[in-house]
């Protein structure tokens, strides 16, 4: 039972996880002109170590290692955290694997007056992550086919409080 998010929901007035990661041609997408992050990555996060392999769509995984490429072939896209509320909290996983310095999404959203000084001002977590979005995406995708029971447990807790979400493949 992988997650996958829904395409075209909204959370509130702001676009969501799924329109920010989903369309990189139009550019640096956010639900607001003010970009967030929280202390530590959501228990679900991808880029934990200790979040389940198989918990996620592999087409959620897949986008990881896009953030590993050289700045200006990476995504446009900020990849926000999909616990958010709000749908601007970035993925406090991805900022710190990746560095703020280091993402071309930050930089093109400082562009279009998006206030980033929270991204800039978090401190990095003592959650364990992986090095790399590839990493990351690999581990997630090792046990997709056959989820564990811990990854099973996550996916349908994340499904039982975010409704915007849905299984892989619906």
């Known amino acids: 039972m992988a997650i996958a998010m829904a395409k075209g929901k909204s959370k509130g007035k702001s676009k969501g996880k ?3 990661v989903a369309d990189e041609a139009s550019g ?3 639900g607001g002109r003010t970009l967030t992050a929280n202390a530590k990555p959501c228990a679900a996060c ?3 170590r200790d979040c389940p392999s198989g918990v996620w769509d592999a087409r959620e995984y897949v986008k990881l290692p896009t953030y590993d490429q ?3 072939h990476e995504p446009f896209a900020v990849f926000t955290c999909h616990e ?4 601007v909290a970035v993925c406090k ?5 990746h560095g703020f310095d280091n993402l071309l999404a930050v930089r093109l959203a ?3 007056g998006v206030d980033v000084s929270g991204l800039r001002d978090s401190p990095r977590t003592s959650v364990p992550l992986f090095s790399t979005g590839l990493e990351a995406c690999l581990h997630g995708l090792r046990d997709l086919r056959r989820p564990k029971a811990a990854a099973r447990l996550k996916s349908a807790d994340l499904l039982r409080r975010h409704p915007e979400l849905k ?3 619906e």
């Open 46 to 48: 991808p880029y934990r």
């Open 70 to 72: 050289e700045q200006g």
């Open 84 to 87: 958010a509320r709000d749908g």
């Open 167 to 169: 299984v892989g493949g």
């Open 93 to 97: 996983g991805w900022l710190d694997v």
């Open 28 to 30: 640096v997408a956010c």
């Open 18 to 20: 799924a329109a920010a």
């Open 110 to 112: 400082m562009m279009q």
